[in-house]
C-alpha cells in the first residue's frame, strides 16, 4: 500500500473539497497529493525500494501435491506447472498510472485533472519497481481460494494461546503507513481472542509476517499436509493466469470487480465479489487486503521485508493488477494485510 503522510496543508485541502465533491477519504487524499503542484508539506513514505539482486525465496521442504489430492479440497486451487507470463511493460504501466489517476480525481470528463494526477504519479514512479513483462516457468501447485479469515485464526490462537491480531496506538505511530488514523485501526482490533463481530469470515488483518508463518506450521500439524505462504511468482501466476492478463478477470479495470478505493471503508467476507476470481479459482486477488508472501527482500542494515501481493480495500485501481508489488518489513501489523496459503503433501 502507497501510504501517505497526515501532514496537509489546510488551506490547500479546503480548495480542493470543493471540487471532488464527496469521495472515499482515501481518493481525497490520493487526489490533494497528485494534483498538488505546489509545496503542500505532502510526503510519500515511498517503501517499495525494491532490488530483487536481494531477494531471498523461502520454502518448505515437502513436495507439491498432485491435482486430484489438491482438488479433492474445494478450498484449495491446483496450479499446473508450466511457463506463464509475469511482471509489465511500458503499456501496462502506462495503464496503470491513468486509471488510478482517473480514479483519484474521481472525474474522466476533466482532462486536465487527469492528466496532473497521472503526470504525478509516474513522477514518484509508483509502478517503475515491478519486473519487467517476461516468461516464467514454475512447478506445479496447490494455494488456498481464499485468504486466512477471522474464524480461522481464532482457532490458532485459542489452540496455542498466541497473540491476538492487533497493535497498540504507540506500535502504530512507531510503525508508520499512517494514512488512516489509529481510530480506524479500533475497527479491526479484537478483544481477547474474539474478533470483531460480524467479521467471521472477513480476512484477519493486523498480523505480522512471523504470524503467518507460526500460523501455517499450526495449521501443518493438522493434517497430512504441509502449509506455507505462496512465493511471489506463485502468488502472480494464480492470480493472472498464464497469459499476463493485468487483473484475474482480465485487461480492462472494473469498479464492481472487486474491494477498492475506500469504497466500502473496510474489508469484506471472503469470496464476495464473483468478477474478483482468477482462472484458477483463487479469490480476492485484486482487492480486500494485500498479502504477505515467502519471497524476502534482505539488505544490509535495513530489516527484512516481504513482498506483497494483491490489492487493499482502500487503494488505486492501477495498485489493484497482479504485476504491483511493495515490500513491507516482516514485524508490520496493519488493517491491510492479511495472508494466504499453499499445501504441499507432507514429507514421511
Excluded at 54 to 62: G, H, I, L, P, Y
Excluded at 315 to 344: K, M
Aim: glycine share 6%; charged share 25%.
Amino acid at each position: 500500500m502507497n501510504f501517505i503522510k497526515q501532514d496537509f496543508d489546510q488551506k490547500f485541502l479546503a480548495i480542493l473539497h470543493n471540487s471532488f465533491a464527496i469521495i472515499p477519504i482515501k481518493l481525497f487524499l490520493w487526489a490533494t497529493l497528485l494534483l498538488c503542484s505546489c509545496n503542500a508539506n505532502i510526503s510519500i513514505n515511498q517503501s517499495s525500494e525494491l532490488d530483487f539482486s536481494a531477494e531471498v525465496t523461502t520454502s518448505a521442504k515437502s513436495a507439491n501435491i498432485d491435482q486430484e489430492s489438491c482438488e479433492a479440497d474445494e478450498q484449495f486451487s491446483y496450479v499446473p506447472a508450466g511457463e506463464f507470463i509475469s511482471g509489465s511493460d511500458r503499456q501496462e504501466r502506462d495503464y496503470g498510472y491513468r486509471i488510478s489517476a482517473e480514479a483519484a480525481v474521481n472525474d474522466k470528463n476533466d482532462p486536465a485533472k487527469v492528466a496532473a494526477a497521472e503526470a504525478r504519479l509516474k513522477e514518484d514512479r509508483w509502478f517503475e519497481r515491478e519486473s519487467d513483462r517476461q516468461t516464467q516457468t514454475l512447478d506445479s501447485f496447490c494455494i488456498a481460494r481464499n485468504l486466512v479469515t477471522n474464524v480461522e485464526y481464532q482457532e490458532f490462537i485459542e489452540a496455542n494461546d498466541h497473540r491476538s491480531p492487533g497493535i497498540t496506538e504507540a506500535e502504530y505511530q512507531d510503525q508508520g503507513f499512517l494514512v488512516h488514523p489509529y481510530a480506524d485501526v479500533k475497527r479491526f482490533l479484537w478483544q481477547g481472542q474474539d474478533f470483531p463481530e460480524g467479521e467471521a469470515n472477513h480476512p484477519v488483518v493486523l498480523v505480522s509476517y512471523d504470524d503467518a508463518i507460526t500460523y501455517a506450521q499450526w495449521r501443518s500439524q493438522q493434517d497430512n499436509y504441509t502449509y506455507r505462504l505462496p512465493t511471489v511468482l506463485e502468488w502472480e501466476k494464480a492470480a493472472r493466469g498464464t497469459d499476463g492478463q493485468y487483473f484475474p478477470w482480465g485487461n480492462e479495470w472494473r469498479d464492481d470487480a472487486t474491494n477498492w478505493g475506500d469504497r466500502a471503508g473496510h474489508t469484506n467476507m471472503v469470496g464476495k465479489f464473483l468478477l474478483d476470481r482468477s482462472a484458477y479459482g483463487a479469490k480476492d486477488m485484486a482487492g480486500n487486503v494485500f498479502e504477505y508472501t515467502s519471497t524476502l527482500q534482505e539488505r544490509e542494515g535495513k530489516s527484512t521485508r516481504s513482498v506483497m501481493k494483491g490489492c487493499s480495500w482502500d487503494d488505486l485501481p492501477g495498485f489493484c493488477r497482479s504485476a504491483y508489488q511493495h515490500t513491507r518489513p516482516i514485524d508490520s501489523r496493519h488493517i491491510l494485510f492479511g495472508f494466504r496459503l499453499v499445501r504441499l503433501a507432507k514429507q514421511d
